[in-house]
């Protein structure tokens, strides 16, 4: 029988945590040999600082609309888990996937290229995050009126309570044209996971999130994020498997 999934974002962190704190949850490799590792109290940490910004900041609350333009990194991870801990409507966008829905208006665009604003979120509220792994601060000058990601989440609660949650039929993931509710979230990624404990070595970027972040984290496993995946050489490929241990290999698309 498979398990049942997790009733939401709050719940599936908490089985995290409850099962083993210590237990490494997400891994990413970048460039320049960079590679970072997050427990599941690091990563609840992490999310519940996101969150809190996400609220007091930026007046975020379910419903609200939050544009991801972010690429394989595992601050695309913590800021995906954030914005569907408050309740909020992720438009997810990558230029592989043409042209975003235009009937669609933002609160918030997280990126990293504030210099080129996805079409359509040029009046949301601007976060700017920086890729260097543990990078505190963005590096040059912030936009006017726009928040330095690095900079403002660690002044944030390492706990999140949210104010209100979202109900199971409001929208919480819209890539392209198709828009997942918060009552199947939880659900395609439990269809999606593998064995229990499964970890995952992946290219996917945020678009993939459901079957790439949350599908391992619902198994009560893992994810190892790979910036260039693809274009590593099968050698290279089984030696980062057989290295960080990994079940399941997923040669998928990157979007």
């Known amino acids: 029988m498979t398990p049942q999934a997790p009733a939401d974002i709050a719940a599936l962190m908490s089985s995290l945590l409850t099962a083993d704190p210590a237990r490494p949850r997400v891994t990413w490799y970048g460039p320049n040999a960079e590679r970072v590792e997050f427990s599941a109290k690091t990563l609840g940490n992490w999310v519940a600082k996101t969150a809190n910004l996400l609220v007091n900041e930026l007046d975020c609350e379910p419903g609200s609309t939050v544009a991801i333009a972010l690429p394989v990194h595992w601050r695309s991870v913590s800021w995906l888990l ?81 104010y209100a949650t979202a109900g199971p039929e409001a929208p919480a993931l819209t890539v392209g044209e198709l828009t997942v509710r918060y009552g199947d979230l939880l659900v395609q990624a439990n269809t999606a996971a593998g064995e229990p404990g499964m970890r995952l070595l992946t290219g996917a970027g945020p678009s993939r ?34 290295q960080e241990q990994v079940t399941v290999t997923d040669l998928g698309p990157s979007l």
């Open 82 to 162: 954030a914005a569907w801990a408050v309740g909020a409507h992720v438009v997810v966008f990558d230029e592989n996937l043409g042209p975003a829905r235009t009937d669609l208006t933002f609160d918030v665009l997280v990126t990293d290229r504030p210099t080129a604003p996805p079409e359509g979120s040029t009046q949301a509220e601007l976060v700017v995050v920086a890729l260097p792994s543990l990078a505190t601060r963005w590096t040059g000058d912030v936009p006017p009126g726009a928040i330095d990601a690095a900079a403002e989440i660690r002044l944030q609660g390492d706990v999140f309570t949210p």
């Open 209 to 242: 999130a459901i079957e790439a972040y949350l599908a391992p984290l619902v198994a009560g496993g893992s994810v190892v994020l790979h910036h260039d995946l693809a274009n590593l050489s099968n050698e290279e490929r089984e030696h980062l498997a057989a």
